[in-house]
């Protein structure tokens, strides 16, 4: 006969389990699981964070990048706890195990997509999307490792000392919440503006690894057997190898994958937070070219045609007062200057970084005409948006300039709302008028006709006008990518005004821009309207449709 068998009380031990045989007192031992919690859970966000700003960086879409990261993150880390149930058997092993693979993959993760966007970046093919599929194989990757800690602390939490599953749970979330805090905080002030991306990543996949191979190791040794606790000593000392080699080539990694990008005619290369600045060319008669974040924002090759097209519209008519949005090179300064009428011209960049290098690099400071050594020149680092709400007294401007990067790139998607023209608006003088660029006309209509759908809500009036590159084998910008085949080939700018639409042409009495007349405006008038699309709605910050 076979006997019934009682079903085990809540919170009863498995078969397998019995009281720990630690080396300290059992409280000592609970504090140090909490604190490997701790440090595990601020190790686990930093390598999430260093994925969507890495991402944000890689492809321009942060939105996009951040909800498909931290989205198969969360759903991995579900189903890395269903498959840790079966390791709790051994869970001192498998912790350890599981920490030293987490910290190998997490802390080299920065590092590998990396690599694959610089040399495999501009690869066409099956190829195209291959970086960002990557991108996902890490976020599943993380996220099975980070969501199978859980079951296997709470066992080892247990181990110590039975307690109720509430209680545990409690103290074991506590300490995962508050670990998760200081990772969250010491990823941006702390990781990011001192170690960068790849050596923040890798220091942080060091801790997590000496962490989670000292509590094995040092608490719970006696669950090992000798052969265990050689393997775990082995694996982490070869993980740790592999970090600190990684960190020591890292400098030389930067410089090849730089020139991966950008060529081999890199003069200057500046990391500021999470954007890259790079300057190539403009010695020995090369072209200067100004990166950033791996994409072609200014170049010497047509970058005349680009600003003449923005500036030499908005200027027929008043412009004693002149603001200029974005264009820290000083390029759109430039042709703005050359307007005898201009008293003043105030410029409000976002980087101190571009501001620095207009200032003082040769090749950039030469063709920018050495603007900023011009007393009429007023020049802010501050966010444009921002700037615009302070409630201080703000000049009337009889021209403001947009010059600032394709609304599909940026990460400053608030910079194209109705929201932010509004603000615009309200500095503009009796009529004044506005300019902005709004991307590449050809291949995204619906984003430049969103543009001028969000102008005509905050109450302007627009004159759209598309200007093309300067031959069609050369890819237009800014925002150029590597992949010449799906590069921009034109330019989208809308003017607008508060008063009457404004006219689309050149002051009579201003200077002769060498790529612009009367007649080719009223062409890029024609082809600008050519491709209209209609229907389309405002893009404001609640609802940006960029």
């Not at 840790?84 to 920490?99: D, I, N, Q, T, Y």
């Not at 602390?153 to 000392?161: D, H, K, S, T, V």
């Not at 072609?296 to 047509?302: E, F, I, K, P, Y």
């Not at 998607?413 to 603000?423: D, I, N, Q, R, V």
Request: hydrophobic content about 50%; overall charge positive.
């Amino acid at each position: 006969m076979i006997e019934p068998h009682a079903p085990a009380p809540p919170g009863a031990p498995p078969s397998w389990a019995g009281p720990a045989r630690l080396p300290v007192r059992q409280g000592t031992g609970r504090f140090l699981v909490l604190a490997c919690v701790f440090v595990c859970a601020a190790c686990g966000l930093v390598y999430e964070l260093e994925l969507v700003a890495l991402a944000s960086y890689l492809t321009g879409d942060p939105v996009t990048q951040a909800s498909v990261v931290l989205s198969v993150m969360v759903f991995a880390m579900g189903i890395g706890s269903l498959l840790a149930k079966r390791l709790r058997r051994h869970a001192a092993a498998a912790f350890g195990a599981l920490e030293a693979l987490l910290a190998l993959v997490g802390g080299c993760s920065a590092m590998a997509l990396y690599a694959v966007f610089a040399w495999t970046g501009d690869w066409g093919g099956l190829w195209v999307c291959g970086p960002r599929w990557l991108l996902v194989a890490f976020s599943l990757a993380i996220g099975l490792l980070i969501g199978a800690e859980v079951p296997l602390l709470m066992e080892l939490i247990q181990r110590i000392r039975r307690q109720d599953a509430g209680g545990a749970v409690a103290d074991l979330f506590a300490a995962d919440y508050v670990g998760a805090l200081v990772g969250g905080l010491a990823f941006p002030f702390l990781l990011l503006p001192l170690l960068g991306q790849l050596t923040g990543a890798m220091l942080t996949g060091a801790v997590n690894a000496v962490a989670g191979g000292a509590l094995v190791l040092g608490l719970f040794r006696r669950d090992l057997t000798r052969r265990a606790r050689w393997l775990l000593l082995v694996a982490n000392l070869a993980v740790l190898g592999v970090l600190a080699t990684a960190t020591l080539l890292v400098d030389d990694f930067e410089r090849a994958a730089q020139e991966a990008v950008y060529g081999k005619d890199v003069r200057v290369a500046v990391q500021t937070g999470v954007r890259e600045i790079a300057l190539t060319g403009g010695t020995d008669g090369r072209p200067l070219d100004l990166y950033v974040d791996g994409r072609l924002r200014v170049s010497g090759r047509d970058e005349d045609r680009y600003h003449e097209a923005l500036v030499h519209p908005a200027m027929d008519g008043p412009h004693a007062r002149v603001l200029v949005l974005g264009g820290g090179d000083g390029l759109a300064a430039r042709e703005v200057l050359r307007y005898s009428g201009v008293r003043r011209v105030d410029i409000v960049a976002l980087d101190p970084a571009v501001v620095d290098l207009a200032r003082h690099d040769p090749a950039l400071s030469r063709l920018n005409g050495h603007v900023y050594d011009d007393a009429r020149l007023h020049v802010s680092t501050a966010d444009a948006f921002r700037r615009l709400r302070t409630p201080a007294p703000v000049p009337s401007y009889d021209v403001v300039i947009a010059d600032l990067p394709d609304p599909r790139v940026t990460a400053s998607a608030k910079l194209y709302s109705e929201e932010f023209y509004g603000l615009v608006r309200r500095v503009l003088a009796p009529g004044g008028r506005l300019v902005v660029h709004a991307g590449p006309v050809a291949s995204r209509p619906r984003v430049f006709w969103t543009v001028e759908a969000t102008l005509r809500a905050a109450g302007l009036r627009t004159t759209p006008y598309r200007v093309g590159g300067r031959d069609s084998g050369f890819a237009a910008g800014p925002d150029r990518t590597a992949g010449a085949s799906r590069a921009p080939r034109d330019w989208g700018f809308v003017l607008a005004s508060r008063g009457p639409r404004p006219a689309l042409a050149l002051d009579p009495r201003g200077p002769r821009p060498a790529t612009l007349t009367d007649q080719s405006l009223r062409a890029a008038l024609r082809a600008a309207q050519a491709t209209r699309v209609r229907g389309l709605g405002a893009s404001t910050l609640v609802h940006p449709r960029y």
